[in-house]
């Protein structure tokens, strides 16, 4: 069965240094997945997905993730934190159909 | 403009008073879905359409049930809500059934039962 853990409920950095979220998943064949972005009071919104095409996948608001199949990780950087990347994110995979698995969520805090 | 809309955006009720929570969507998606959100679970699908008249239960169905007997819409039913069905809930619609596919998400219903 499909699983995805998140290590760090809560992450804090400084304003210009780098994120870095992480992301483990569980999966019986090579899955697809993704990282969503959650704003304050917002819906989730999608930052980039890894389909097999390439294992570095970039997305919006220059954050990228790297597919690692050896290390079952999927994890979430950005070179440089700004104040508005403050939100909560998700990781989440899917194997067959379009139902997502979802970890359990890090909040990401950007201190000035 | 392309969009999953939710309503109502907050709701407290009483344990026992049915309530539906509508979620339509305008970019004709074949894939609709609800999820609840809880703190340290993220979220956790309820129940899913790949089409008009046809729905499967997701994960947590128990206390739910949905329609989908036109293709925008999905609204979600709890019949008999109860406490432990707080909540923020989102729809989500897809272009298909296909896995890959983005998920759009509704902006999210904030359910409180006492």
Known sequence: ?112 | EAQVTQNPRYLITVTGKKLTVTCSQNMNHEYMSWYRQDPGLGLRQIYYSMNVEVTDKGDVPEGYKVSRKEKRNFPLILESPSPNQTSLYFCASSPTRQAGTEAFFGQGTRLTVV
Not at chain 1, 14 to 31: I, K
Not at chain 1, 84 to 109: P, Q, W
């Open chain 1, 1 to 112: 069965a499909q699983s995805v853990t998140q290590l760090g409920s809560h992450v804090s950095v400084s304003e210009g240094a780098l994120v870095l979220l992480r992301c483990n998943y569980s999966s019986s064949v090579p899955p697809y997945l993704f990282w969503y972005v959650q704003y304050p009071n917002q819906g989730l919104q999608l930052l980039l997905k890894y389909t097999s095409a390439a294992t570095l996948v970039k997305g919006i608001n220059g954050f990228e993730a790297e597919f690692k199949k050896s290390e079952t990780s999927f994890h979430l950087t950005k070179p440089s934190a700004h104040m508005s990347d403050a939100a909560e994110y998700f990781c989440a995979v899917t194997e067959y159909g379009n139902k997502l698995v979802f970890g359990a969520g890090t909040i990401l805090r950007v201190k000035s």
